[in-house]
Protein backbone atom coordinates (compact mmCIF):
# COMPACT_ATOMS: atom_id res chain seq x y z
CA UNK A 1 0.00 0.00 0.00
CA UNK A 2 2.75 2.46 0.90
CA UNK A 3 4.03 4.72 -1.57
CA UNK A 4 7.85 6.52 -1.74
CA UNK A 5 7.57 10.00 -0.72
CA UNK A 6 10.28 10.17 -3.77
CA UNK A 7 7.92 8.56 -5.76
CA UNK A 8 6.97 9.98 -9.25
CA UNK A 9 3.55 8.69 -8.98
CA UNK A 10 3.67 10.65 -5.97
CA UNK A 11 4.55 13.80 -7.36
CA UNK A 12 2.67 14.13 -10.41
CA UNK A 13 -0.52 13.33 -8.08
CA UNK A 14 0.89 16.43 -5.70
CA UNK A 15 0.88 18.77 -9.11
CA UNK A 16 -2.42 17.40 -9.87
CA UNK A 17 -4.02 17.97 -6.59
CA UNK A 18 -2.59 22.25 -7.18
CA UNK A 19 -4.14 22.14 -10.60
CA UNK A 20 -7.63 20.96 -9.53
CA UNK A 21 -7.84 21.89 -5.93
CA UNK A 22 -5.64 24.18 -5.43
CA UNK A 23 -3.79 23.19 -2.47
CA UNK A 24 -0.44 23.36 -2.50
CA UNK A 25 1.75 20.30 -1.03
CA UNK A 26 5.00 20.68 -0.69
CA UNK A 27 7.82 17.69 -0.77
CA UNK A 28 8.01 18.03 2.86
CA UNK A 29 4.34 17.11 3.15
CA UNK A 30 4.47 14.10 0.67
CA UNK A 31 4.08 11.71 4.03
CA UNK A 32 1.14 13.41 4.74
CA UNK A 33 -0.40 13.44 0.82
CA UNK A 34 0.59 9.74 1.16
CA UNK A 35 -1.37 8.82 4.54
CA UNK A 36 -4.44 10.98 3.56
CA UNK A 37 -5.02 9.36 0.22
CA UNK A 38 -4.02 5.78 1.69
CA UNK A 39 -6.99 6.22 3.77
CA UNK A 40 -9.66 7.23 0.80
CA UNK A 41 -8.48 4.32 -1.16
CA UNK A 42 -8.82 2.02 1.58
CA UNK A 43 -12.53 2.87 1.81
CA UNK A 44 -12.81 2.42 -1.68
CA UNK A 45 -11.58 -0.88 -1.46
CA UNK A 46 -8.43 -0.41 -3.01
CA UNK A 47 -5.41 -1.78 -2.09
CA UNK A 48 -2.53 -0.59 -4.23
CA UNK A 49 -2.32 2.94 -3.51
CA UNK A 50 0.09 4.15 -6.50
CA UNK A 51 -2.74 2.59 -8.95
CA UNK A 52 -5.16 4.41 -7.17
CA UNK A 53 -3.17 7.53 -7.51
CA UNK A 54 -3.09 6.93 -11.51
CA UNK A 55 -7.15 6.26 -11.99
CA UNK A 56 -7.42 9.47 -10.50
CA UNK A 57 -5.24 11.34 -12.95
CA UNK A 58 -6.74 8.99 -15.64
CA UNK A 59 -9.87 11.00 -16.30
CA UNK A 60 -11.49 14.15 -15.67
CA UNK A 61 -12.61 13.99 -11.59
CA UNK A 62 -16.41 13.66 -11.57
CA UNK A 63 -18.34 15.90 -8.99
CA UNK A 64 -18.58 12.69 -6.56
CA UNK A 65 -14.89 12.05 -6.64
CA UNK A 66 -13.98 15.68 -6.31
CA UNK A 67 -16.34 15.74 -3.30
CA UNK A 68 -13.96 12.55 -1.39
CA UNK A 69 -10.81 14.26 -2.76
CA UNK A 70 -11.50 17.71 -1.07
CA UNK A 71 -12.96 16.01 1.70
CA UNK A 72 -9.93 13.84 2.41
CA UNK A 73 -7.45 16.53 1.43
CA UNK A 74 -9.20 19.83 3.81
CA UNK A 75 -9.27 20.42 6.97
CA UNK A 76 -12.55 21.78 8.23
CA UNK A 77 -12.00 22.66 11.99
CA UNK A 78 -13.50 26.30 12.41
CA UNK A 79 -15.29 28.35 15.21
CA UNK A 80 -17.83 30.91 15.82
CA UNK A 81 -15.95 34.84 15.97
CA UNK A 82 -12.69 32.99 15.00
CA UNK A 83 -10.05 35.66 14.96
CA UNK A 84 -12.15 38.56 17.27
CA UNK A 85 -10.63 41.13 16.10
CA UNK A 86 -11.38 41.06 12.22
CA UNK A 87 -15.20 40.85 13.56
CA UNK A 88 -14.47 44.06 15.79
CA UNK A 89 -13.27 45.91 12.71
CA UNK A 90 -15.94 44.63 10.68
CA UNK A 91 -18.71 45.65 13.54
CA UNK A 92 -17.12 48.95 14.63
CA UNK A 93 -14.89 49.90 11.13
CA UNK A 94 -17.16 48.95 8.11
CA UNK A 95 -20.11 48.18 8.64
CA UNK A 96 -21.30 51.40 10.18
CA UNK A 97 -19.77 53.48 6.99
CA UNK A 98 -21.57 50.88 4.35
CA UNK A 99 -24.96 51.18 5.93
CA UNK A 100 -24.68 54.91 6.69
CA UNK A 101 -23.81 54.73 3.12
CA UNK A 102 -26.52 52.71 1.60
CA UNK A 103 -29.24 53.85 3.90
CA UNK A 104 -29.46 57.13 1.45
CA UNK A 105 -30.12 54.97 -1.45
CA UNK A 106 -29.51 51.25 -2.42
CA UNK A 107 -30.15 49.19 0.59
CA UNK A 108 -28.16 46.08 -0.52
CA UNK A 109 -25.22 44.82 1.52
CA UNK A 110 -23.46 41.74 0.05
CA UNK A 111 -20.49 39.73 1.61
CA UNK A 112 -18.97 36.76 0.55
CA UNK A 113 -17.28 33.81 2.72
CA UNK A 114 -14.72 32.27 0.78
CA UNK A 115 -13.93 28.50 2.05
CA UNK A 116 -16.90 28.93 4.76
CA UNK A 117 -16.11 25.26 5.88
CA UNK A 118 -18.68 24.30 7.95
CA UNK A 119 -20.46 27.96 8.30
CA UNK A 120 -19.54 29.22 11.20
CA UNK A 121 -17.93 32.19 9.52
CA UNK A 122 -20.72 33.13 7.16
CA UNK A 123 -22.79 32.74 10.75
CA UNK A 124 -20.51 34.57 12.88
CA UNK A 125 -21.09 37.51 9.89
CA UNK A 126 -24.77 37.45 9.83
CA UNK A 127 -24.99 38.01 13.50
CA UNK A 128 -22.39 40.77 13.62
CA UNK A 129 -24.30 42.51 10.49
CA UNK A 130 -28.04 41.83 12.56
CA UNK A 131 -26.18 43.50 15.63
CA UNK A 132 -25.31 46.92 14.24
CA UNK A 133 -28.13 46.76 11.56
CA UNK A 134 -30.93 46.13 13.92
CA UNK A 135 -33.62 46.76 11.20
CA UNK A 136 -33.22 44.76 8.23
CA UNK A 137 -36.79 46.09 6.72
CA UNK A 138 -36.08 47.00 3.11
CA UNK A 139 -32.66 45.83 3.02
CA UNK A 140 -31.63 43.20 0.64
CA UNK A 141 -28.99 41.60 2.54
CA UNK A 142 -26.88 38.54 0.45
CA UNK A 143 -24.42 37.12 2.90
CA UNK A 144 -22.86 34.06 0.81
CA UNK A 145 -20.60 30.79 2.01
CA UNK A 146 -18.64 29.05 -0.16
CA UNK A 147 -16.38 25.84 0.01
CA UNK A 148 -14.64 22.93 -1.91
CA UNK A 149 -15.89 20.38 0.58
CA UNK A 150 -19.80 19.38 -0.36
CA UNK A 151 -19.55 17.48 2.91
CA UNK A 152 -18.71 20.42 5.20
CA UNK A 153 -21.48 22.80 3.33
CA UNK A 154 -24.09 20.04 4.11
CA UNK A 155 -23.00 21.18 7.65
CA UNK A 156 -23.52 24.17 7.45
CA UNK A 157 -26.86 24.09 5.83
CA UNK A 158 -28.02 22.28 8.58
CA UNK A 159 -26.90 25.16 11.17
CA UNK A 160 -26.55 22.78 13.97
CA UNK A 161 -23.34 22.95 15.99
CA UNK A 162 -21.92 21.31 18.80
CA UNK A 163 -20.02 23.32 21.92
CA UNK A 164 -16.32 22.49 20.32
CA UNK A 165 -17.55 25.36 17.93
CA UNK A 166 -18.52 27.88 20.54
CA UNK A 167 -14.94 27.66 22.51
CA UNK A 168 -13.62 30.78 23.44
CA UNK A 169 -16.99 32.89 22.47
CA UNK A 170 -18.10 35.78 24.17
CA UNK A 171 -21.87 34.70 26.12
CA UNK A 172 -24.00 36.65 24.29
CA UNK A 173 -23.39 34.84 21.31
CA UNK A 174 -25.92 32.24 22.52
CA UNK A 175 -28.57 34.23 22.16
CA UNK A 176 -28.79 33.55 18.51
CA UNK A 177 -29.17 30.31 19.11
CA UNK A 178 -31.40 27.33 20.25
CA UNK A 179 -30.22 24.20 22.27
CA UNK A 180 -31.97 21.16 21.15
CA UNK A 181 -32.53 18.39 23.38
CA UNK A 182 -29.28 15.93 22.38
CA UNK A 183 -27.74 19.48 23.67
CA UNK A 184 -26.37 20.73 20.05
CA UNK A 185 -27.02 24.08 19.29
CA UNK A 186 -29.16 25.49 16.39
CA UNK A 187 -29.11 28.57 14.61
CA UNK A 188 -31.86 31.28 14.98
CA UNK A 189 -34.10 30.98 12.12
CA UNK A 190 -33.74 34.75 11.22
CA UNK A 191 -29.96 34.41 11.11
CA UNK A 192 -30.18 31.46 8.89
CA UNK A 193 -32.17 33.34 6.56
CA UNK A 194 -29.51 35.34 5.57
CA UNK A 195 -26.80 33.21 4.72
CA UNK A 196 -26.64 30.73 1.91
CA UNK A 197 -24.48 28.42 1.03
CA UNK A 198 -22.91 26.73 -2.61
CA UNK A 199 -19.94 24.92 -3.84
CA UNK A 200 -16.75 26.55 -5.11
CA UNK A 201 -13.21 25.63 -6.03
CA UNK A 202 -11.01 28.65 -5.85
CA UNK A 203 -8.38 27.12 -8.20
CA UNK A 204 -11.09 27.37 -11.11
CA UNK A 205 -10.60 29.78 -14.45
CA UNK A 206 -9.81 32.65 -12.50
CA UNK A 207 -12.64 34.03 -15.07
CA UNK A 208 -15.40 32.54 -13.74
CA UNK A 209 -17.95 34.79 -12.81
CA UNK A 210 -18.21 36.35 -9.41
CA UNK A 211 -20.59 34.30 -7.10
CA UNK A 212 -21.76 37.56 -5.90
CA UNK A 213 -23.53 39.07 -8.39
CA UNK A 214 -23.58 42.81 -8.42
CA UNK A 215 -20.04 42.70 -6.78
CA UNK A 216 -19.45 42.35 -2.74
CA UNK A 217 -18.96 45.29 -0.67
CA UNK A 218 -16.99 42.61 2.06
CA UNK A 219 -14.98 39.25 1.25
CA UNK A 220 -13.51 36.98 3.91
CA UNK A 221 -11.07 34.14 3.44
CA UNK A 222 -9.13 33.51 5.75
CA UNK A 223 -7.30 30.54 6.66
CA UNK A 224 -7.68 29.15 3.18
CA UNK A 225 -4.64 30.59 1.66
CA UNK A 226 -2.09 29.41 3.73
CA UNK A 227 -0.81 25.95 2.04
CA UNK A 228 -1.38 28.05 -1.86
CA UNK A 229 1.08 27.91 -3.83
CA UNK A 230 2.24 31.73 -4.51
CA UNK A 231 0.76 31.60 -8.09
CA UNK A 232 -2.34 30.41 -6.77
CA UNK A 233 -2.51 33.00 -3.98
CA UNK A 234 -1.60 36.24 -6.98
CA UNK A 235 -4.86 34.39 -8.83
CA UNK A 236 -7.06 34.44 -5.86
CA UNK A 237 -6.70 37.65 -4.77
CA UNK A 238 -6.74 38.99 -8.14
CA UNK A 239 -10.38 37.37 -8.41
CA UNK A 240 -11.22 38.50 -5.35
CA UNK A 241 -10.39 41.85 -6.52
CA UNK A 242 -12.59 41.28 -9.43
CA UNK A 243 -15.45 40.62 -7.34
CA UNK A 244 -15.27 43.41 -4.65
CA UNK A 245 -16.80 46.86 -5.60
CA UNK A 246 -14.73 49.83 -5.41
CA UNK A 247 -13.57 50.62 -2.02
CA UNK A 248 -14.52 46.68 -1.27
CA UNK A 249 -12.83 44.87 1.94
CA UNK A 250 -10.90 41.89 1.57
CA UNK A 251 -10.18 40.53 4.97
CA UNK A 252 -7.43 37.69 5.27
CA UNK A 253 -4.64 35.97 7.50
CA UNK A 254 -2.02 38.67 8.35
CA UNK A 255 0.17 35.99 7.62
CA UNK A 256 -1.27 34.35 4.12
CA UNK A 257 0.37 36.17 1.73
CA UNK A 258 2.83 39.04 1.59
CA UNK A 259 0.52 42.42 1.18
CA UNK A 260 3.75 44.08 -0.11
CA UNK A 261 3.22 42.40 -3.80
CA UNK A 262 -1.00 42.72 -3.49
CA UNK A 263 -1.84 45.27 -6.65
CA UNK A 264 -5.05 47.28 -6.64
CA UNK A 265 -5.37 47.08 -2.42
CA UNK A 266 -4.37 49.75 0.33
CA UNK A 267 -3.66 47.72 3.87
CA UNK A 268 -4.88 49.19 6.40
CA UNK A 269 -4.29 47.52 10.30
CA UNK A 270 -6.78 48.23 12.95
CA UNK A 271 -5.26 47.08 16.73
CA UNK A 272 -3.72 43.92 15.00
CA UNK A 273 -6.25 43.18 12.76
CA UNK A 274 -5.77 43.02 9.11
CA UNK A 275 -7.90 44.37 5.69
CA UNK A 276 -7.04 45.00 2.33
CA UNK A 277 -9.58 47.89 1.33
CA UNK A 278 -10.21 47.80 -2.69
CA UNK A 279 -8.34 50.68 -4.71
CA UNK A 280 -10.29 53.37 -6.42
CA UNK A 281 -10.57 52.04 -10.40
CA UNK A 282 -9.87 55.84 -11.93
CA UNK A 283 -6.23 55.75 -10.02
CA UNK A 284 -3.41 53.80 -10.72
CA UNK A 285 -3.17 50.16 -8.62
CA UNK A 286 -0.30 50.80 -6.04
CA UNK A 287 1.21 48.17 -3.67
CA UNK A 288 -0.08 47.74 -0.30
CA UNK A 289 0.69 50.41 1.77
CA UNK A 290 0.64 49.81 5.26
CA UNK A 291 -1.69 52.32 7.49
CA UNK A 292 -1.70 52.43 11.08
CA UNK A 293 -4.59 54.62 12.63
CA UNK A 294 -3.53 57.32 15.16
CA UNK A 295 -6.31 55.89 17.30
CA UNK A 296 -5.21 52.68 17.10
CA UNK A 297 -3.78 51.40 20.30
CA UNK A 298 -0.70 49.26 20.66
CA UNK A 299 -1.09 44.99 19.58
CA UNK A 300 -0.80 42.78 22.26
CA UNK A 301 1.94 40.12 22.15
CA UNK A 302 0.66 36.86 19.75
CA UNK A 303 0.74 34.85 22.72
CA UNK A 304 -2.50 34.00 24.35
CA UNK A 305 -3.19 33.13 27.80
CA UNK A 306 -1.45 29.51 29.22
CA UNK A 307 0.34 29.40 25.32
CA UNK A 308 3.00 26.76 25.80
CA UNK A 309 5.94 27.64 23.75
CA UNK A 310 8.95 25.63 25.29
CA UNK A 311 11.60 25.91 22.23
CA UNK A 312 13.11 29.53 23.58
CA UNK A 313 14.50 31.43 21.08
CA UNK A 314 17.89 31.68 22.79
CA UNK A 315 18.04 27.83 22.37
CA UNK A 316 17.02 28.45 18.74
CA UNK A 317 19.54 31.20 17.90
CA UNK A 318 22.61 28.90 19.61
CA UNK A 319 23.14 30.51 23.06
CA UNK A 320 23.83 28.33 26.20
CA UNK A 321 21.08 26.43 27.78
CA UNK A 322 20.19 27.34 31.43
CA UNK A 323 22.15 25.47 34.06
CA UNK A 324 19.38 23.72 35.19
CA UNK A 325 18.25 22.21 31.42
CA UNK A 326 19.32 18.78 30.06
CA UNK A 327 22.05 18.91 27.96
CA UNK A 328 21.94 18.94 24.51
CA UNK A 329 18.08 19.61 24.25
CA UNK A 330 15.79 22.80 24.92
CA UNK A 331 13.95 22.88 27.84
CA UNK A 332 10.35 22.17 28.09
CA UNK A 333 8.44 24.86 29.99
CA UNK A 334 4.84 24.02 31.55
CA UNK A 335 1.82 25.69 30.71
CA UNK A 336 -0.17 27.07 32.93
CA UNK A 337 -3.35 25.48 34.16
CA UNK A 338 -6.85 26.50 32.26
CA UNK A 339 -8.84 27.81 35.33
CA UNK A 340 -12.05 25.45 33.92
CA UNK A 341 -9.68 22.61 32.98
CA UNK A 342 -11.24 19.04 33.99
CA UNK A 343 -8.98 17.59 36.62
CA UNK A 344 -8.39 15.92 40.20
CA UNK A 345 -8.36 17.86 43.10
CA UNK A 346 -5.33 20.44 42.79
CA UNK A 347 -3.44 17.40 40.90
CA UNK A 348 -2.32 19.81 38.08
CA UNK A 349 -1.32 22.44 40.32
CA UNK A 350 0.87 19.81 42.08
CA UNK A 351 2.58 19.09 39.04
CA UNK A 352 3.10 22.29 37.85
CA UNK A 353 4.74 23.13 41.09
CA UNK A 354 7.06 20.09 41.38
CA UNK A 355 7.54 21.18 37.80
CA UNK A 356 8.80 25.17 38.22
CA UNK A 357 11.49 23.12 40.69
CA UNK A 358 13.13 20.75 38.18
CA UNK A 359 11.21 17.95 40.04
CA UNK A 360 10.92 16.40 37.12
CA UNK A 361 10.09 12.59 37.86
CA UNK A 362 8.23 13.39 40.51
CA UNK A 363 6.26 16.25 38.88
CA UNK A 364 5.39 13.39 35.88
CA UNK A 365 4.28 10.96 38.58
CA UNK A 366 1.78 13.37 39.73
CA UNK A 367 0.10 14.52 36.34
CA UNK A 368 -0.33 11.21 35.14
CA UNK A 369 -2.32 10.91 37.92
CA UNK A 370 -4.71 12.48 35.65
CA UNK A 371 -3.66 10.69 32.44
CA UNK A 372 -7.65 11.06 31.00
CA UNK A 373 -7.30 14.21 30.67
CA UNK A 374 -4.71 15.93 27.68
CA UNK A 375 -3.37 19.08 29.94
CA UNK A 376 -1.62 16.55 32.01
CA UNK A 377 -0.44 14.21 29.60
CA UNK A 378 1.22 17.20 28.15
CA UNK A 379 3.09 18.29 31.31
CA UNK A 380 4.11 14.83 31.99
CA UNK A 381 5.63 14.87 27.80
CA UNK A 382 7.68 17.87 28.94
CA UNK A 383 8.92 16.77 32.32
CA UNK A 384 10.23 13.40 30.39
CA UNK A 385 11.53 15.20 27.50
CA UNK A 386 13.34 17.48 29.95
CA UNK A 387 14.72 14.22 31.31
CA UNK A 388 15.75 13.41 27.61
CA UNK A 389 13.64 10.59 27.68
CA UNK A 390 12.17 11.67 24.37
CA UNK A 391 10.25 8.09 23.34
CA UNK A 392 8.10 8.17 25.96
CA UNK A 393 7.68 12.24 25.91
CA UNK A 394 6.44 11.75 22.12
CA UNK A 395 4.59 8.79 22.89
CA UNK A 396 2.91 10.64 26.04
CA UNK A 397 2.45 13.79 23.76
CA UNK A 398 0.85 12.04 20.97
CA UNK A 399 -1.68 10.79 23.44
CA UNK A 400 -2.43 14.36 25.04
CA UNK A 401 -3.05 15.34 21.07
CA UNK A 402 -5.78 12.41 20.94
CA UNK A 403 -7.15 14.00 23.07
CA UNK A 404 -7.39 17.83 22.24
CA UNK A 405 -6.09 17.34 18.96
CA UNK A 406 -6.92 21.23 17.68
CA UNK A 407 -4.63 22.44 20.74
CA UNK A 408 -2.32 23.98 18.61
CA UNK A 409 0.32 24.02 21.57
CA UNK A 410 0.56 20.45 21.80
CA UNK A 411 1.79 19.98 18.14
CA UNK A 412 4.38 22.65 18.90
CA UNK A 413 5.23 20.53 21.69
CA UNK A 414 5.76 17.64 19.81
CA UNK A 415 7.67 19.58 17.05
CA UNK A 416 10.42 20.08 19.30
CA UNK A 417 10.44 15.99 20.77
CA UNK A 418 10.47 15.36 17.06
CA UNK A 419 13.37 17.30 16.26
CA UNK A 420 15.10 16.49 19.23
CA UNK A 421 15.20 12.57 18.01
CA UNK A 422 15.83 13.96 14.33
CA UNK A 423 12.43 13.42 12.64
CA UNK A 424 13.12 17.04 11.06
CA UNK A 425 10.43 16.23 8.54
CA UNK A 426 8.39 15.41 10.84
CA UNK A 427 8.72 18.30 13.33
CA UNK A 428 7.96 20.61 10.43
CA UNK A 429 4.32 18.91 9.89
CA UNK A 430 4.01 19.13 13.68
CA UNK A 431 4.52 22.74 13.37
CA UNK A 432 2.42 23.72 10.53
CA UNK A 433 -0.22 21.89 12.20
CA UNK A 434 0.07 24.49 15.00
CA UNK A 435 0.26 27.05 12.31
CA UNK A 436 -3.23 26.05 11.00
CA UNK A 437 -4.49 25.93 14.39
CA UNK A 438 -3.43 28.80 15.09
CA UNK A 439 -2.09 31.50 12.39
CA UNK A 440 -0.78 34.30 14.43
CA UNK A 441 1.62 31.56 16.66
CA UNK A 442 4.60 34.02 16.58
CA UNK A 443 7.16 31.36 17.76
CA UNK A 444 6.06 28.65 15.70
CA UNK A 445 6.65 30.59 12.38
CA UNK A 446 10.66 31.67 14.33
CA UNK A 447 10.83 27.53 15.07
CA UNK A 448 9.75 26.70 11.19
CA UNK A 449 12.35 29.14 9.90
CA UNK A 450 14.69 27.62 12.03
CA UNK A 451 14.07 24.16 11.21
CA UNK A 452 14.13 24.96 7.06
CA UNK A 453 17.42 26.93 7.25
CA UNK A 454 19.26 23.82 8.92
CA UNK A 455 17.79 21.62 5.72
CA UNK A 456 18.92 23.85 3.60
CA UNK A 457 15.31 25.11 2.10
CA UNK A 458 16.37 28.76 2.13
CA UNK A 459 13.13 29.80 0.06
CA UNK A 460 11.12 28.50 2.69
CA UNK A 461 13.22 29.44 5.56
CA UNK A 462 12.93 33.18 4.30
CA UNK A 463 9.16 33.16 3.63
CA UNK A 464 8.44 31.73 7.86
CA UNK A 465 10.85 34.30 8.69
CA UNK A 466 9.05 36.82 6.45
CA UNK A 467 5.91 35.63 8.54
CA UNK A 468 7.36 36.03 11.97
CA UNK A 469 8.28 39.55 11.12
CA UNK A 470 5.07 40.64 9.81
CA UNK A 471 3.64 39.66 12.91
CA UNK A 472 6.62 41.60 15.29
CA UNK A 473 5.82 44.61 13.71
CA UNK A 474 2.65 44.91 14.90
CA UNK A 475 4.35 44.98 18.49
CA UNK A 476 6.12 47.61 20.58
CA UNK A 477 9.93 46.84 19.96
CA UNK A 478 10.19 47.04 23.44
CA UNK A 479 7.16 44.90 24.36
CA UNK A 480 8.86 41.00 25.77
CA UNK A 481 7.66 37.89 24.44
CA UNK A 482 6.88 35.18 26.08
CA UNK A 483 8.97 32.46 27.04
CA UNK A 484 11.94 33.86 25.35
CA UNK A 485 13.83 34.24 28.35
CA UNK A 486 12.88 38.09 28.18
CA UNK A 487 13.85 39.04 24.83
CA UNK A 488 11.68 41.84 23.29
CA UNK A 489 9.97 42.13 19.70
CA UNK A 490 13.09 44.33 18.79
CA UNK A 491 15.57 42.07 19.80
CA UNK A 492 13.94 39.10 17.62
CA UNK A 493 13.62 41.30 14.25
CA UNK A 494 17.17 41.84 15.29
CA UNK A 495 18.05 38.40 15.36
CA UNK A 496 15.82 37.05 12.39
CA UNK A 497 17.23 39.64 10.39
CA UNK A 498 20.57 38.43 11.22
CA UNK A 499 20.24 34.89 10.11
CA UNK A 500 18.82 35.46 7.21
CA UNK A 501 22.04 37.41 5.77
CA UNK A 502 24.09 34.77 6.76
Not at 299 to 308: E, F, K, L, S
Amino acid sequence: MAVSQTSATLQMFAAFVAKELGLHFRKERFAELAQKMATLAQQEGVEDLERYLLQLMSAPLGKERLRLLASALTIGETYFLRDPKSYQVLEERVLPGLIAARRRGNRTIRIWSAGCSTGEEPYSIAIILSRVLRDTTGWKITILGTDLNEHALERARLGVYGKWSFRNAPGWLMNYFTQRPDGSFEIANGIREMVRFGHLNLAENADTPSPIAGGADVIFCRNVMLYFHEEQIEKTVARFRAALRPGGWLFMGPTEVDHHKVEGFTCHIFDGALALKRSDPRQKATRAEFRVPADAPTPQPGAHPGRVVGRTVTSAAGKQPPANKTAGGPEFHAAPASADAPQGPDLLQQALSLFDTGAYEKAAEVALAGAQHAEHLALAARCHANLGRYDQARELCERSIRLERLNPHNHYLLSMIREQTGDEEGAVTSLKHALYLDHDYLLAYFALGNLFRKRGERQEAEQSFGNALRLLQRLDPNEAIPDTEGMTAGMLIHLIKGISRR
